[in-house]
């Protein structure tokens, strides 16, 4: 049966099934009761974290609707709320992600133009290599400086199997850079490392097979115990393809990462290099646009080359730049 123009009444409106006729707001909670935490595990969609940076306090969350696609790494500090009991099957929520002061990032190759953040808030780069087998190669330990220098960490050099190469001349590649170098193997003694990471978050790096989880067994008692409880977040197990922060014994943590097969450099440029080094990051202001500061052939006017007394230094970080220049396997 037709009805006449305007005897429509309510009834005759049609509610689109699943919306909701509330209006969106973009006030947000301020979650004024929300408590500090460290991330120490991420596992598909969860988050381990240890609050107030007490190991003993260990929770699982999950990240706040309101966070979006904010990414969130090992070494971060955030702020959660929720269930804070820790107990199982439990899950709080992260609503906050501070700044970091440090940040580690690596592309998968020299052109592949996103970043992937590795660790935040590290103080110092452990860069694990072994003097034989596998064989030691320069070009990894100069990007994984590279990229520690412009992330803002400390990078330590740490040399391992010294047993199987004990006339090695490996180190003095980089005598000229003021870089800590140190032997972590099997045979060496675990106290000197101990002493570095003494209170002090630590990433560690290095290729597969090179005697990194070694190491860290050494460093962390019954560390793959500690590894599973926490990266298991709920889901799974730590594996090769995460990263996870194990507390030390007198305090500091160290985070595992996985095994590098490529550290692209791709976000970073010479004068995030330069910068890194005060004596050097001043001169740069001199030198011409574009300048990559390599030196004759390639910049003939760069700056760096008029620092009197300073020709070695100079020098040894120049092969730090070329290898900004170098795409390679590691």
């Known amino acids: 049966m037709s009805r006449k123009v305007g005897s429509y009444d309510e009834t005759d409106v049609r509610v689109r099934a699943g919306k909701s006729s509330r209006p969106r707001t973009k006030t947000r909670p301020r979650h004024n009761d929300a408590e500090a935490a460290m991330v120490v595990a991420v596992d598909r969609g969860r988050w381990g974290c240890v609050l107030d940076g007490d190991p003993d306090r260990r929770i699982v969350a999950m990240r706040a609707r309101e966070l979006g696609r904010t990414p969130i790494v090992v070494g971060d500090q955030v702020d959660v709320v929720g269930d804070l ?50 064989p030691p190669r320069t070009g990894f330990v100069e990007r994984a400086m590279v990229a520690a220098f412009a992330g803002g960490l400390r990078p330590i050099l740490c ?8 006339e090695s001349e490996f180190a003095a590649a980089f005598d000229d850079l003021d870089f800590t170098i140190i032997y972590g193997g099997v045979d060496d003694p675990i106290e000197p490392v101990l002493d570095l990471l003494d209170g002090k978050l630590t990433a560690f790096i290095g290729h597969s097979g090179v005697g990194k989880s070694t190491l860290v067994n050494r460093l962390v008692p019954e560390a793959e115990r500690a590894v599973g409880e926490v990266s298991g977040v709920g889901k799974g197990k730590h594996t090769s393809t ?41 001169a740069i202001e001199d030198c011409p646009r574009g300048c990559t500061h390599l030196g004759p052939p390639t910049d ?17 970080i120049r092969l730090l730049l070329e290898a900004l220049n170098t795409n390679e396997a590691w």
């Open 300 to 316: 003939p006017e760069c700056a760096l080359d008029q620092l009197p007394g300073k020709e070695r230094r100079v020098a040894a």
């Open 85 to 134: 009991s820790g107990a199982t099957d439990t899950l709080a929520r992260i609503v906050r992600v501070s700044d970091r002061t440090t940040v580690l990032r690596r592309t998968a190759d020299d052109t592949d133009p996103f970043e992937r953040v590795v660790v935040g808030n590290a103080e110092q780069l452990f860069i694990v290599v072994a003097l034989a087998d596998p």
């Open 242 to 282: 995460q990263s996870v922060a194990l507390p030390l014994p007198n305090g500091g943590w160290v985070i595992d990462t996985p095994g590098i097969r490529s550290f692209g450099l791709a976000h970073i440029t010479p004068d995030d290099v330069i910068a890194a080094f005060d004596d050097l990051a001043a």
């Open 159 to 166: 040399l391992t199997k010294h047993d199987l190469d004990a």
